[in-house]
């Protein structure tokens, strides 16, 4: 009988993405992976750091699988691993702790800890680069690490220093990836924009990877303005295979607190980059992350932050109330916000993105828009991303995962679209 074994992912679209090269690492050294809920042999928490909150949630994992499972081993992987070594000692719901260079090798620890438990990999493993994915947008990991040194940001201390893989690397991964069926991949990293490959920047990987045929759309994850932006946008406004959709974190709209976060920016800058980018995609979609209550945002500050907000045409809000990180600088700065205030801020901020959200996707009603359908229901309809992340319905015949259609949009309702699907678009 294979042994089995459970992932948590708990953190970000590197995280996901590293998750889904590490299951068909286990595949391949002949585990199964089983189901939530299910008993399993090994189990493995993916946990994430970027903040005290995320750190507690990873842990809290652990405990909830030892206390459901005591059999099964309990491994903590990634970025804890690295800030928690101390605590982790003696922690009875971890039974091994793996960091960031090892945690790609879990398999080969087992099997030299546990011989007589859990098999030796195959050497080599055939099936290692190819990812096992949850969804039908498949993640590839292009870069990792940071050294911006945010204040409020544990990553280069869980990650190190930024490293890209090579062009060549990246490209055969995704030409397995889509000649097992996806049609869209997601290119993600720790600093995404500070991917570098010998002379060869982001915009390079991307352009190289457009001429795989099959391969019928890009999505990039976050990337951080004053590192490739502007290349980014360039070439976005006459691909066409770059969706145009840009996530580029703002925290603050602030400028002293945007000073104290350690950002590499003013307000004006980013409002520059953003009207910019506007000017030359249309219909473009935006995100961004905003950080709310971080230490010594009065109300002045935070007012700046919504009008900035306003101002710009966002469809995409990632809002996240300051979560003290023991290790950052922001930890011991004086002037710590009030939870009840990060929380009527949150709820503020919410509700704009809402709204703009909701306007953004009224945009496109009697317009055209192309649909990665990523499942269908049980009445047939069919549910997906627009190219501008928008979420879309769509009403069509013969609909199944991983095809991207052409659809109308014809209605538009908390901030997702309905549609009617005119043609497949990937033949």
Not at 289 to 301: L, S, T, Y
Request: include cysteine; charge should be neutral.
């Amino acid at each position: 009988m294979k042994p089995s074994v459970f992932f948590k992912t708990i953190g970000c679209r590197l995280n996901q993405a590293e998750t889904a090269t590490m299951t068909a690492h286990f595949s391949s050294a002949g585990y199964e992976t089983t189901p939530f809920g299910n008993a399993s042999d090994v189990t493995v928490i993916h946990g994430c750091a970027i903040t005290g909150k995320a750190e507690h949630s990873s842990l809290y994992a652990a405990r909830q699988a030892k206390r459901s499972n005591p059999h099964t081993l309990v491994i903590l992987a990634g970025c804890p691993a690295e800030t928690l070594r101390e605590a982790l000692t003696g922690n009875p719901s971890v039974d091994l702790s793996i960091g960031q260079t090892e945690k790609f090798n879990i398999p080969e620890i087992l099997n030299r800890l546990y011989p007589e438990r859990f098999p030796a990999p195959p050497t080599p493993s055939t099936d290692r680069d190819i990812p096992h994915f949850e969804t039908q947008r498949a993640l590839v990991k292009v870069q990792d690490g940071c050294d911006f040194h945010c204040a409020y940001c544990i990553v280069p201390t869980a990650r190190g220093t930024p490293v890209s893989r090579p062009i060549s690397e990246i490209q055969e991964e995704i030409k397995r990836i889509v000649a097992s069926g996806f049609s869209e991949i997601i290119l993600t990293g720790a600093n995404l924009g500070r991917y570098e490959d010998g002379n060869s920047r982001l915009v390079d990987l991307i352009q190289d990877i457009e001429t795989i045929p099959d391969l019928k759309r890009i999505r990039l994850s976050s990337i951080e303005i004053t590192t490739t932006e502007r290349a980014i946008v360039e070439h976005m406004s006459a691909s066409p295979k770059l969706c145009p959709f840009l996530h580029i974190p703002l925290q603050s709209g602030d400028d002293h607190i945007l000073t104290v976060m350690g950002r590499r920016y003013t307000s004006t800058d980013y409002r520059k980059a953003i009207e910019y980018a506007v000017s030359r995609i249309p219909d473009l979609g935006l995100g961004t992350d905003i950080i709310v209550g971080f230490p010594g945002e009065d109300d002045k500050a935070f007012n700046n932050t919504v009008s900035l907000i306003r101002d710009l045409p966002f469809s995409n809000l990632h809002i996240f109330p300051f979560s003290r990180r023991s290790g950052t600088r922001a930890d011991v700065l004086p002037d710590q916000i009030p939870e009840s205030k990060k929380k009527e801020r949150l709820q503020t901020l919410t509700a704009i993105g809402a709204s703009q959200r909701q306007i953004f996707a009224e945009s496109f009603i009697g317009k055209q828009v192309q649909v990665l359908v990523e499942r269908i229901d049980g009445t047939g309809k069919g549910h997906g991303w627009s190219g501008q992340y928008i979420q879309t319905q769509l009403e069509g015949k013969g609909l199944h995962p991983r095809q991207i259609v052409n659809a109308s949009v014809t209605r538009a309702e908390a901030g997702t679209m309905e549609a009617l699907v005119r043609s497949c678009a990937d033949r």
